[in-house]
C-alpha cells in the first residue's frame, strides 16, 4: 500500500509564495508519476502539474503555468509544488496523487489518471 501525506498549506496574501509537499512511504514510484490536483469549493478536481519519475517530464494547467514549479526528490520520496505570484483563484484543496506506472504521454493531466491520493491540504490565497 502506498500512503501520501501533504504539508505546507496555509493562509498567504495574493502575490505571495508557498510550498507545498508530498511525503511518499510504502510502494516507492520508481517508473511511475506524481501530480498535483485542487478543488475549490462548488468545483470538480483540476488537474495542477505532474512530474514523472526521472522528472523528464513535467506538465502544468495553464492557469498556472510560470507561476507553479513541480519538482521530486526520489532519495526523500517526496515532491514539491512551488507556487509563486498567489492568486485568489488558486484557493483550494491540494491533493497530492501518485500512479506506480508511467512511459510517457500526457494522460497524466487527467485527474483520472492516479491511483493513490493524499489527504488533501488547503491553500487559501486573501485579495
Known amino acids: 500500500q502506498v500512503q501520501l501525506v501533504e504539508s505546507g498549506g496555509g493562509l498567504v496574501q495574493a502575490g505571495g509564495s508557498l510550498r507545498l509537499s508530498c511525503a511518499a512511504s510504502?510502494?516507492?514510484?520508481?517508473?511511475?508519476?506524481m501530480g498535483w490536483v485542487r478543488q475549490a469549493p462548488g468545483k470538480v478536481r483540476e488537474f495542477v502539474a505532474a512530474?514523472?519519475?526521472?522528472?523528464?517530464?513535467?506538465y502544468y494547467a495553464d492557469s498556472v503555468k510560470g507561476r507553479f514549479t513541480i519538482s521530486r526528490d526520489n532519495a526523500k520520496n517526496t515532491v514539491y509544488l512551488q507556487m509563486n505570484s498567489l492568486k485568489p483563484e488558486d484557493t483550494a484543496v491540494y491533493y497530492c496523487?501518485?500512479?506506480?506506472?508511467?512511459?510517457?504521454?500526457?494522460?497524466?493531466?487527467?485527474?483520472?489518471?492516479?491511483?493513490?491520493w493524499g489527504q488533501g491540504t488547503q491553500v487559501t490565497v486573501s485579495s
Open positions: 510504502g510502494r516507492t514510484f520508481s517508473t511511475g508519476a
Open positions: 496523487a501518485g500512479r506506480p506506472t508511467y512511459l510517457s504521454g500526457t494522460y497524466v493531466t487527467s485527474p483520472t489518471a492516479y491511483i493513490y
Open positions: 512530474i514523472n519519475w526521472s522528472s523528464a517530464f513535467t
